[in-house]
C-alpha cells in the first residue's frame, strides 16, 4: 500500500492530472488490460456483438451527457442525429469508399451542423419547452428518413457499406502480426477504442475553460453572463458537440450493423439514451459509460434469455403476459424513476461513495 | 422631493448620467445620477424598492435602461450585452449569492477568470499544450485571491455545500478573479451576524488596501456603510436624494425623512 507521500502534490500541473494516485494508474493498467485481452478470451459472438453496441452507445451517450449533464439542455432528439450518423456513413463511407476516420469525421461534422440549426431555439427556450422542440425533431426524421430515398432508401432502409478500415488496418478483417481475428473481434477494439478517445477529449474539455462555462450556464445562466461567459454561445456550442459525437456514434452503429431502416431513430432510442444518463450519472464522463453499459447490455441480456425469464412472451400469442420490447421499455421507465428517486448521481455517484468510504476507512465520515 | 445632481467630477472612473429605468408604469430609477472616482468606495443606500439593485442591473447590462448615459473610462455601457460589460471590467456580487452550486470554489474563482482566457473547445480537448499551461497560470492567479480571502480550507468544496458566509466570501474572490476596475457589491453583509460583518469589512479594506479597487456598495448596514464608504448616494423610490460623504448623509434632512417617515 503506497503511502500517503506518495499522493503528495507539488504543483497545479500534478493536481491536475487526470491519473493523478498510484491507485488510479492501477486501474487505468488494468482497464487497459481488459481492452486488449477480452476479445481472445471471449469468442462468443453474442458477447462480443453486446459490447459493440455498448461501446457505441456510450459514445452517443457521452455526448447526450455533455448537453443534458453538463450544459442543462434537455434533449430528446438524440436519436435524430444518431440517425443523421449513420446516413452519412452509408452514403459518405459505404458509397465511395473513403477510409473510416474520413467517414467518420464527416458524420462528426454533419451532425454538428445539424445541431448548430437546433441550437439557436435553445436560446429562447428551456426545460420542457426545449424537450417539446427537440421531440419533434423525432417525427421530423422520421417523415425525412422515410421520403429522401436517394440518402436514406426511404421506407425499405439501406445497406451501409462503410468500411472500418484506416489505411492497411482493417477492422472488419484485422491480421496482427500473423494472427487473423473475426469481424467482432476487430470492432471490439475499435469501438471501445474509439470509447477511451471521446472520453479522453470529453474530460479535458470538461475540465477546462469552455466545460466550466457549460457548468455554469447549467447552474445559473443569467450569474453566468454577468461575469463573462456568453451563456447563448455555449449553449450553441454544446448542441454542436453533442449531436457531432450522436452522428459518430450513429456512423458507427450504421457500419457496424452494415444495415439500417427508418423505424430504428425513434423516440424510444432518445429516452434509452436518456436513461443512460440518468442512471449512469448526469454530469460524469465515466457515468455515460457505465449508464451504457448497464442500461445498454439490458435489452440484449433479456433478448437472449426472454426464454428463462417467466411472464415474458417469445412469439405473438405464445404464453405470458409481457412481450420482451414492452418489457424493455418499462424497464427504461423504472430504470429512471428509480434512479431520479433514489439515487439522483447515478452509478457514478455510488462509485464515488464507495470510493469515498474505502478513503476513510475505517472512519464512516 | 428634491433631485439632486452633483456637480461632475473631474475625470472620474464611472459616469451615470439621467439614469431612467421603467417597468410598464412603474418607474424604478428616475434620472439618477453619480460618478465613481478611481479608487474610491461608493455606497448606495435608500429603503426597500428604493433602486439601489436595479442601478447594478442597469449598470452591467441586465436591464437596458429607456433614458440616461453610463460611460467607464468614456466608453459607453448602455446597450452592450452582461458579458462584454464583465470583459470591460465591471465585476459583481448578487444579493442572495450567484455561484454554481455544483462545481467547486475553485471552478468558480477559475470561471471568474473566463474571459481572461482563451481556451476554446478544441483546445479544451485536446489538453496538451495551449489548454494546460492557460490551466496553470490562471489557477496560480486563482490562488492568490484564496489566500487573500483565507479560503484555503474550501477549495475543493462544491459551492452549493459553503457555509453562508464563506460563500459570501467565496463569490467577492470569484469577482476579484475577473481582475475588474469597478466592482459592484450587492449587500455583502445581508444576513450576516455581527463577528461575520465586521469579518467582511476586514476583507473589503483589504482588497481595497492592496489592489486599490474602485467599488459600489450596495447595503443596508448603515454603520457598515458609514464606517467604509467615501461617499455615499440616498435613494428612495427610485429618485436620488442626496449624495455626500457619510456624515453629510447621516445628518440631511431628506434622508432621515425617507427612512424614518415624516418629519419628527
Redesign the interface.
Known amino acids: 500500500m503506497a503511502g500517503p507521500h506518495r499522493n503528495l502534490v507539488r504543483g497545479y500541473a500534478d493536481e491536475l492530472r487526470l491519473f493523478g494516485t498510484p491507485l488510479s494508474r492501477a486501474g487505468l493498467v488494468a482497464l487497459v488490460a481488459v481492452f486488449l485481452l477480452l476479445p481472445t478470451v471471449l469468442h462468443d459472438d453474442f458477447w462480443l456483438s453486446v459490447l459493440i453496441y455498448v461501446g457505441i452507445t456510450a459514445i452517443g451517450a457521452i455526448g447526450l451527457n455533455l448537453l443534458t449533464g453538463y450544459c442543462g439542455q434537455i434533449s430528446l432528439g438524440h436519436a435524430f442525429f444518431i440517425g443523421a450518423g449513420a446516413y452519412v456513413a452509408a452514403r459518405v463511407g459505404g458509397d465511395t469508399g473513403l477510409p473510416l476516420p474520413l467517414w467518420l469525421l464527416a458524420a462528426a461534422l454533419i451532425g454538428a451542423v445539424l445541431g448548430g440549426l437546433i441550437g439557436p431555439f435553445a436560446l429562447r427556450l428551456r426545460g420542457h419547452y426545449l424537450a417539446i422542440v427537440t421531440l419533434g425533431l423525432i417525427f421530423i426524421g422520421e417523415h425525412l428518413w422515410r421520403n429522401l430515398t436517394p440518402v436514406t432508401g426511404g421506407n425499405s432502409g439501406t445497406s451501409v457499406r462503410a468500411e472500418p478500415a484506416i489505411g492497411p488496418l482493417d477492422f472488419g478483417d484485422l491480421t496482427l502480426f500473423g494472427e487473423s481475428y473475426s469481424r467482432n473481434q476487430g470492432w471490439f477494439w475499435l469501438v471501445w477504442g474509439l470509447v477511451a478517445l471521446v472520453a479522453l477529449l470529453a474530460k479535458n474539455l470538461v475540465r477546462t475553460r469552455p466545460g466550466r462555462a457549460l457548468q455554469a450556464v447549467r447552474d445559473r445562466d443569467q450569474a453566468a453572463e454577468v461575469i463573462g461567459v456568453r451563456a447563448g454561445r455555449y449553449k450553441i456550442g454544446a448542441f454542436m458537440l453533442s449531436s457531432a459525437i450522436a452522428s459518430a456514434a450513429g456512423a458507427l452503429f450504421g457500419s457496424y450493423q452494415q444495415f439500417v431502416s427508418p423505424d430504428e431513430w425513434n423516440l424510444l432510442l432518445s429516452i434509452q439514451y436518456i436513461a443512460i444518463v440518468i442512471v449512469g450519472g448526469l454530469g460524469t464522463v465515466f457515468g455515460s459509460v457505465l449508464g451504457a453499459i448497464f442500461v445498454g447490455a439490458l435489452p440484449a441480456i433479456i433478448d437472449r434469455y426472454s426464454e428463462v425469464i417467466p411472464g415474458v412472451r417469445t412469439s405473438v400469442g405464445g404464453e405470458g403476459f409481457i412481450s420482451v420490447f414492452a418489457l424493455n421499455q418499462a424497464l427504461f421507465g423504472v430504470l429512471i424513476v428509480l434512479f431520479l428517486v433514489l439515487e439522483p448521481r447515478g452509478l457514478a455517484g455510488i462509485w464515488l461513495r464507495t470510493k469515498a468510504y474505502f478513503k476513510a476507512w475505517p472512519f464512516s465520515y | 422631493m428634491e433631485r439632486v445632481t452633483e456637480p461632475p467630477a473631474p475625470n472620474p472612473l464611472l459616469e451615470v448620467r439621467d439614469l431612467t429605468l421603467r417597468f410598464g408604469g412603474v418607474t424604478a430609477l428616475d434620472g439618477v445620477g453619480f460618478a465613481v472616482r478611481h479608487g474610491e468606495l461608493f455606497a448606495v443606500i435608500g429603503p426597500n424598492g428604493a433602486g439601489k439593485t436595479s442601478i447594478f442591473n442597469c449598470l452591467?447590462g441586465?436591464y437596458r435602461p429607456q433614458q440616461g448615459t453610463i460611460t467607464l473610462d468614456g466608453r459607453s455601457l448602455v446597450g452592450r450585452?452582461?458579458?462584454d460589460i464583465?470583459?470591460m471590467g465591471v465585476?459583481?456580487t448578487?444579493q442572495n449569492l450567484?455561484?454554481?452550486?455544483?462545481?467547486t470554489l475553485v471552478?468558480n474563482l477559475?470561471?471568474?477568470r473566463?474571459?481572461l482566457?482563451?481556451?476554446?473547445?478544441f483546445?479544451?480537448?485536446?489538453?496538451w499544450g495551449r489548454?494546460?499551461r492557460?490551466?496553470?497560470t490562471h489557477?496560480?492567479a486563482v490562488e492568490e485571491i484564496i489566500e487573500l480571502l483565507e479560503l484555503e480550507p474550501y477549495r475543493r468544496m462544491p459551492a452549493g455545500l459553503l457555509p453562508y458566509g464563506v460563500a459570501k466570501r467565496a463569490e467577492l474572490g470569484?469577482?476579484l478573479a475577473?481582475e475588474p476596475r469597478l466592482l459592484l457589491l450587492d449587500e455583502p453583509v445581508a444576513g450576516m451576524n455581527l463577528e461575520e460583518t465586521e469579518d467582511t469589512a476586514r476583507y473589503l479594506l483589504e482588497v481595497r488596501r492592496e489592489l486599490g479597487l474602485a467599488m459600489i456598495l450596495v447595503e443596508h448596514d448603515m454603520s457598515l456603510v458609514m464606517d467604509l464608504a467615501d461617499r455615499v448616494l440616498a435613494l428612495d423610490f427610485g429618485v436620488a436624494i442626496a449624495t455626500g460623504e457619510p456624515s453629510e448623509i447621516q445628518h440631511d434632512p431628506q434622508v432621515i425623512e425617507a427612512y424614518l417617515g415624516g418629519a419628527a
Open positions: 452591467n441586465v450585452a452582461p458579458a464583465a470583459a465585476a459583481r448578487f450567484g455561484l454554481f452550486g455544483h462545481l471552478e477559475m470561471l471568474g473566463h474571459h482566457m482563451r481556451t476554446g473547445f483546445a479544451g480537448m485536446f489538453w489548454a494546460k492557460e490551466e496553470i489557477r496560480a470569484r469577482a475577473m
